[in-house]
């Protein structure tokens, strides 16, 4: 049995750094602190306790880490530093050598943080509690607002993919996942709570059911029954695992938005071989087509890396001209990045800093054409955002069914609320479309 007497009254700040699925998991450890007795810190107050959830997907993603481990410590002298997440379970005892740093959670121990606290005496050098990752098997629920208007639903955790330049399956472990009813009960709860949009998020979502044997079609089948939430969307789904039947229950579902974020990580069959990724640019050309087929104004984001070992001149031509025949918003693009222990690195072709560079800024500059475009496509159009509170003394801002974000006078009345507005052209740094209240 914990003692929890030793955190009444104490305070915690909270650093996430990486995807979705960790601000969500962040925001239970917040709960479970909360409970406990411990109260977020305000502005400016040193805190006792400081944890970090940290990513791992690049070396700058690591630097990161680093940088805002040394900062709490910094910025809140004496207080108990817990690092976890991604970057803490592949180089636990580089991250416990970090001055200030006390515990180290690996992925199978946050989920009991509190008993690694102890008194909150800060320790001599820092203790790293991990599991090899064959042993990493819990799936902890979490279903979070935080600070935002949306909540974050982790409906799956861990991947069985290996792709040959990611290290997140020995970060995360095995695939995994929450139970249909396990999860319709949460998104009950987040409607009870007065959410009003949620995101699922998991490591591989399409691959949900390994653990409980059922299927993420079935999922999003029961999440579309739950009342009270008026939409869904799914943060990101594998191409190959984004099936006709999924795309067109989305296109006729209740709740369910059109809007889609797919990762293709590169348009040249040759580098999505040396990937080991499970689709070629057929398949996934097609899964657009489909998509455009059944909702023409849905949103498609794509994932991209750029400068992998093995992408020659050649073929990130062929993936650029691939890449510019598909009908998509926006590419989320991303750098390669060398990761230890992966098979990347047995591929002999390395791709310069430069090159790199210059190959992100051209994919940079077809997905601003891409973005621009789409909103462009909206302007004169009647549709309902919900909308998300702001600072005072500046715009709010809030989004369409379909993604499109769009921007309006402050008025803190109309923070989760959803909304007719009509969008009337393009704000001054092009992020948004103005919009004007359809009364």
Do not use: W
């Not at 409970?35 to 944890?51: L, M, P, S």
């Amino acid at each position: 049995m914990i003692d929890t007497t030793v955190f009444q009254d104490k305070t915690a700040v909270y650093y996430t750094l990486g995807c979705k699925l960790n601000f969500s998991e962040t925001s239970t450890i917040g709960k479970t602190l909360r409970e406990a007795g411990v109260r977020t810190a305000r502005k400016g107050e040193r805190a006792d306790i400081c944890v970090v959830n940290t990513c791992s997907v690049t070396e700058m993603a690591d630097k990161k880490c680093r940088q805002a481990i040394h900062r709490l410590v910094k910025q809140h002298p004496g207080a108990f530093v817990v690092v976890t997440g991604c970057y803490a379970q592949l180089k636990p005892d580089a991250v416990a050598k970090i001055d200030g740093v006390d515990v180290v959670l690996g992925a199978e121990q946050k989920k009991d943080l509190l008993q690694y606290l102890g008194d909150l005496q800060k320790h001599e050098v820092g203790e790293a509690h991990t599991t090899a990752t064959k042993d990493i098997r819990s799936f902890v629920p979490s279903c979070s607002r935080g600070d935002r208007t949306r909540f974050f639903l982790k409906v799956q955790d861990g991947c069985d993919y290996y792709c040959s330049y990611c290290t997140i399956p020995f970060a995360r472990g095995r695939s995994r996942n929450g139970s249909i009813a396990s999860l319709v009960e949460q998104a009950r709860q987040a409607a009870a709570e007065g959410g009003k949009e949620i995101v699922l998020t998991g490591v591989n979502m399409g691959d949900f059911g390994k653990t409980t044997g059922e299927t993420f079609f079935d999922l999003l089948k029961a999440l579309d029954e739950v009342e009270g939430i008026e939409r869904y969307r799914i943060s990101s789904i594998e191409p190959n695992l984004l099936t006709d039947e999924i795309i067109e229950f989305v296109a006729q579902s209740k709740r369910f938005m059109p809007h889609f974020h797919i990762p293709l990580q590169s348009g040249s069959d040759d580098v999505l071989q040396l990937m080991r990724r499970r689709y070629d640019t057929a398949l996934f050309a097609g899964k657009i087509k489909k998509i455009k087929e059944v909702m023409p104004d849905a949103f498609i984001g794509v994932d991209v890396i750029v400068g992998t070992r093995g992408e020659t001149d050649e073929f990130f031509a062929n993936a650029y001209s691939f890449i510019s025949s598909l009908d998509i918003t926006q590419l989320h693009v991303f750098s390669y990045s060398e990761r230890p222990g992966t098979q990347a690195l047995k591929i002999e072709h390395v791709v310069t800093p430069d090159e790199k560079h210059k190959r992100s800024q051209q994919l940079l500059a077809l997905s601003d054409e891409r973005t621009i475009a789409f909103y462009q496509q909206h302007i004169g159009k009647t549709m309902v955002a919900l909308m998300e509170k702001s600072k005072a003394e500046t715009p709010m801002h809030g989004f369409t069914n379909n993604y499109v974000r769009v921007e309006i006078d402050n008025d803190d009345s109309l923070d989760n609320q959803l909304i007719q507005v009509k969008l009337i052209g393009f704000n001054d740094d092009r992020t948004a479309l103005k919009a004007e209240i359809v009364e």
